[in-house]
């Protein structure tokens, strides 16, 4: 191809890596103090590099950590807004780092460091994407809008807290966030459904302190057994949750979506492998995919109570807590879903203990119209930057600020990410391809172009 | 009554309770390093004092802390071995104490200070009831053989193996034990039976470290939720151990016992406001001392794996691990019980996960012939002592050593308690009843006359 676009990021793609580099260089950790000049600094040095591609660009202080903000209008009246975060993760464990995690070094094509993919190097080939627009094509083919928040690893809600007071003034025809991942190395995906989520913790309460259970054992109920009896009332050794009217509202997979995962052959023994299981397990009727990606859950997060030291302790425990989080599909709606969970976890609890439950935060799960034309036009983009196919794929996991835009500015979000789990995005040697970031490089020019 | 011996316990009750004292100012904490000296110098002690009244005693070391064993003959070929233990708990938490735990203190009639009731003046009636036959009769109605250990507080086995090495040499008609309690403060008691123990744990592998719950939740078996499933198919929610054969070796209630339970008058009411329980739970079909007594029980002691910090972290556990115990009843085998647990256990784990069982120690259960001539002599003993009626208990919790005496020398044990479960034998302020202490004195007196 001779796209002068693509030519022009081929040409300037070692100048492309040392500015990454330096992006990578500033130790923006938002969940630690230490670096709360860091993460300002890093903040600042994305404005003024988008100032010196033309962007009006400014921090947004809003209580937290600063938004980026940068805007340029285009020869078209639409707008893609373009999301991202410029805080990374902790360095830990620090030991285990081949090179230092903020000294980006390049072995084999590949860029080692932190934030290289999550998400510094991802957010960074939407800033080369618009300036080689701007240098080969003299302007932008639309209006772009950056928004890049400083709290994405820290679980800060001052994007949220933004988007929520300016989605008046935020309103754009799409949403393009690149903090996902292909679905292998060689296939790029796009990602049109990501699980919701609600978090709960049920702790039950018995005797005030621990208590003998020689003298009262067979007296009085254990909190610990009576909590494994209401979990194991949840879900069925068949892995379905046993909650009256969960599943009501969740819409099955159609027909194209079940071939098109059976399309991706997915390895069962693989990940049984990977994960070092004797055998998967889940829901019966569907496929792994299809339940990881398609399919509520109820998930123990953690279980606690009682004696954890070595041998034995004849106690019966004070209380036993679960931690509980449900992985949920649409339609599901989290306040509903909650209500039938906690509904349920009492109605099993016997009157022989006191029950707390607790409620944290919850995401309501998304899923788009693989036929929205923007979601078309990033298919294309994409197959244009990787010279390849690109598939339609969902997530499990759940990424709350896709709900936020959802629910603000009621556009489609086009995932489209260019990283792997395998770049280790929260551990130690965090890497990205240097391959993937020209290609994701073109794939997000020629979205804007397509826009 | 104006028997010379209890006359002498009267005239010299001052002075007993001085020596006593001069008793529990030796910190003997056996399971503190830093305490080591101390409890030997009260293993030395009760050895001096003991030689003070005539005794031929000295100190066993066989690995561990030393034994005191000290002899005497009497009138009767017959001999009793009195068994106690000379070490004492650690003193924390030390804030709480209202006078410092190794000063001893009187207060309104009753003795304050670590070992008051555990088990240094539990001990102490037996060492002045002997002093009072001997300074009264001129000599003991039967031999008389102490044997205290060290480790009783630290879970040492020094006395285990010496009395299994020495048995021969140590065979007694009977063995008397003065560790436990009466009924309540108005009701002295003689226990005649001790529920058993098996300890274990059960820990169930998944993933081979904890993974996100929303990439891989649905896909993989979730070891909190599978434990969950397994202790829950161990025991009803009606409290009745699920395991298959449990019960089979139970030894039903006798008609007797039931009804003497019941002239207890316990108070459920009392119980369940005490541990700060809404209502009281187990086995139907039973009463609470019932349950608490002579049924068998499976407890989880302690439930741990995955995350415990605040809110939610989402992940699938690693592992999960349960800490079990199971109360045994006459005439119930430890080992056999244990492997039919274990056998369950595994049947009803599924071959999703990877499960491992640790099994700890084990205690059979035991159980007197109330008709046996000593504990029968015991109870007159124990009625001449405290000018009450005796009741005949049983003991949910375990005593190893007695289950050894038992075992090794064939003999009964009397197990004639003068302390409470009030006197806060393990926690801050432990005391003892100086009333108790002299009618213990005089019961413990009787009880050699009646040999």
């Known amino acids: 191809m001779t796209d002068r676009v693509e030519a022009y990021i081929d040409e300037n793609q070692d100048r492309f890596i040392e500015e ?18 860091d993460t300002r600094a890093c903040a600042q040095w994305v404005v003024d590099h988008l100032k010196g591609l033309g962007f009006q660009a400014g921090l947004i202080d809003i209580g937290g950590k600063p938004i980026v903000r940068a805007a340029k209008k ?24 081949k090179t230092p995690p903020f000294e980006p070094t390049i072995r084999d094509g590949i860029l080692y460091g932190r934030g290289a993919t999550d998400d510094k190097g991802q957010v960074f080939t939407h800033f080369k994407a618009v300036e080689s627009l701007l240098k080969t094509e003299g302007g932008l083919p639309c209006e772009v809008l950056f928004l890049l928040e400083g709290e994405e690893e820290s679980g800060g809600d001052a994007l949220a807290r933004y988007v929520s007071q300016a989605k008046d003034e935020l309103k754009a025809d799409a949403v393009v966030v690149s903090d996902s991942t292909m679905y292998d190395a060689n296939t790029p995906a796009i990602t049109y459904g990501l699980r919701g989520i609600i978090a709960l913790e049920a702790i039950v309460r ?16 254990n909190p610990a057994m009576v909590l494994a009896q209401i979990l194991a009332a949840c879900v069925s050794r068949e892995g379905k949750v046993l909650v009256p009217h969960f599943y009501d509202d969740v819409v099955p997979l159609q027909d194209w979506e079940r071939q098109s995962f059976r399309k991706l052959n997915f390895n069962d023994g693989a990940l049984a492998k990977e994960l070092n299981v004797p055998h998967l397990h889940g829901e019966s009727g569907y496929s792994t995919l299809e339940r990881l990606w398609a399919r509520p859950t109820f998930e123990v997060n953690g279980i606690f109570g009682g004696y954890q030291g070595q041998r034995s302790k004849t106690i019966i425990p004070a209380s036993a807590t ?24 009492r109605s099993v609890c016997p009157n022989t203990v006191r029950l707390e439950i607790n409620e944290f935060g919850a995401s309501p799960p998304v899923l788009f119209d693989v036929n929205n034309p923007m979601i078309r036009a990033a298919q294309e983009a994409i197959r244009k930057g990787f010279s390849r196919d690109t598939v339609f794929i969902r997530c499990g996991g759940s990424i709350p600020v896709v709900s936020t835009f959802v629910e603000q500015l009621g556009c489609p979000v086009v995932l489209m990410g260019f990283g792997l789990d395998s770049d280790g995005p929260h551990g130690p040697n965090e890497h990205f ?11 997000a020019a020629q979205l804007l172009r397509m826009t």
């Open 20 to 37: 990454l580099k330096q992006f990578m260089r500033i130790p923006s950790v938002s969940a630690q103090e230490k670096h709360d000049a």
């Open 433 to 443: 391809s240097l391959d993937s970031f020209r290609r994701g490089t073109k794939a």
């Open 206 to 221: 018995g005797p005030a302190s621990d208590v003998h259970s020689g003298a009262y054992g067979g007296g009085v109920a």
């Open 322 to 345: 679960a931690k509980i989080t449900c992985r949920l599909v649409s339609n599901q709606d989290p306040a509903r879903v909650r209500d039938l969970v906690i509904e349920h976890i």
């Open 74 to 97: 285009g020869k078209s009246s639409k707008r893609v807004l373009i999301y991202g975060h410029y805080d990374v993760q902790p360095e830990d464990p620090v030991g285990e780092w």
